[in-house]
């Protein structure tokens, strides 16, 4: 790969070495991609790498989110989704009203249900088992991804359990992994600012990490393009790296980039194109224990979830079935977010990538 650049640094040559032998680079030469190189010879790596693990192909799988409610008590500075009981945009979905949703797209042959929704102040573990439990028995084969760390940190004070008795609990009535989602930027100073009621970084890791060591996979996310600066990326992508070679369950990792629409952030303008496909790029040459990197298309839309393909990424997530708000509330271009499984394919291909689809764990369909 080396004798393709002419004139690049010292750094660069080391870099380019140890991802020929698929070594980590170190947190200084991640912050030196972004603050030095540039922006070909990142994208370059990235596809690079990609190529190597996984040819042409771009995995997508069939799912819809479900999103309880939008009730939370934690009032995060950029989450433009949260309500207050009452107000006429909160909802509040009981069992019935998810089975019936999970009802009207059987023809859709779902392979995944994804579960969030905000810190509600009135509900317990219990209704969570429950609402698992029956899903299950209308639809066994589904695969419940459901919660993030924040929200599992919540039901477990709430219930006087451990982190571990919690998971286990729900593990027991369905669960089978936890979404990405709360990560934010793993540093207190950040959070501290941007989400001051957030569960902490150190808290965050280790819901991940007594998931794993149950059995259960997870994601990872970073919202970046606010108020972090790049080192800040890479001190984030470097401690989902560490908790990954110790408890290696982590499928893939999600750069969330900030919108900036209905929230109490104040701040007016999004970071380029470009500094999030250089950011895409990066996480696929940082992470390199974390199997795959995936483009959220309803928050960064269709088009750059394509070409963010020639950029290191290599899952799409899921149809979706309009089934997701976070994102279209906080001003995304999808203010509609649903994609049938042949738009999906005709998408990845129109970039001259592979479609594959994929289930919950990437295997391949
Ligand atoms: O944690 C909230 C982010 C996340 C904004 O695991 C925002 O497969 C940008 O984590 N601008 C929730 N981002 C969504 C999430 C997710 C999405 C898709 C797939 C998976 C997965 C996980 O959304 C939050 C936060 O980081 N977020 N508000 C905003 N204004």
Redesign the pocket.
Known sequence: MDGMFKNISDVEQSILKKISIDEPISIEEGIYLFEKSDFSFCAFLADQIRTKKFGKKTFYNKNT?IEISNRCVNK?K????YREKGMPDCWDLDIFDVIGILNSKKDENLTEI?I?GGLHPEKFTQFYCDLFAEIKKSFPKIHI?AF?A?EIEYFAKKDKMSILETLKVLKDNGLNS???????ILDDSIRTKICPEKTNSKTWLNVHEIAHSLGLS??????Y?HIETVSDRISHMARLRDLQNVSGGFN?F?P????????R?NIETEISLLEELKTYSIARIFLNNIPHI?A?W??TGKENAVLSMSFGVDDM?GTISDS?K??SM??SSEQKPEMTEIEMRNLIESNGFQPVERDSEYNEI
């Not at 950029?78 to 989704?81: E, G, P, Q, T």
């Open positions: 989110h995060c950029f989450c433009s989704f994804h969030t991804k993030t924040v936890l979404a990405g989602g709360g990560a934010e997870s994601n990872c996310t970073m919202l393009g893939c999600i969330l980039k900030y919108k900036t629409y209905g929230n952030l995936k959220y309803p928050m997530d997701t976070i994102y906080a001003g």
